[in-house]
């Protein structure tokens, strides 16, 4: 993929960020309300088109950022698969800082 794919697919992305972060943020269910997961679903959204900027912005990729991209989606995932154990997970992420 050449520099201005990857330009493209960003301003896409950027583009996608601010439809899935509105939708997140006029949702005022809270941990409470039975729309709290659909919520959740929208915020998980959020951080993984965060975790495409990451992955695809041109240059070397920042390693800080993708480690809190990851610990994000492991985190809000956790609770849609709480079996898994994704939030113990994270730990690991930042062991060899």
Same mark, same amino acid.
């Given at each position: ?26 949702? %005022?269910?809270?941990? =409470? =309300? ?10 998980? &959204? ?11 912005? %041109? ?21 849609f698969? %709480?079996? &898994?154990?994704?939030?113990k &997970?994270?730990e690991?992420?930042? =062991?060899?800082?």
């Open positions: 993929m050449n520099e201005d794919e990857k330009l493209k697919i960003l301003k896409l992305s950027w583009e996608l960020h601010n439809q899935v972060e509105t939708s997140y943020l006029n949702n %005022p269910a809270n941990k =409470d =309300d039975k729309e709290w997961l659909e919520k959740q679903r929208m915020l998980l &959204a959020d951080m993984a088109l965060h975790l495409l900027q990451t992955s695809i912005k %041109p240059g070397e990729i920042k390693l800080d950022r993708l480690r809190d991209n990851l610990h994000a989606i492991l985190t809000i995932t956790d609770q698969l %709480p079996n &898994a154990n994704l939030k &997970a994270t690991k992420l930042y =062991d060899n800082e």
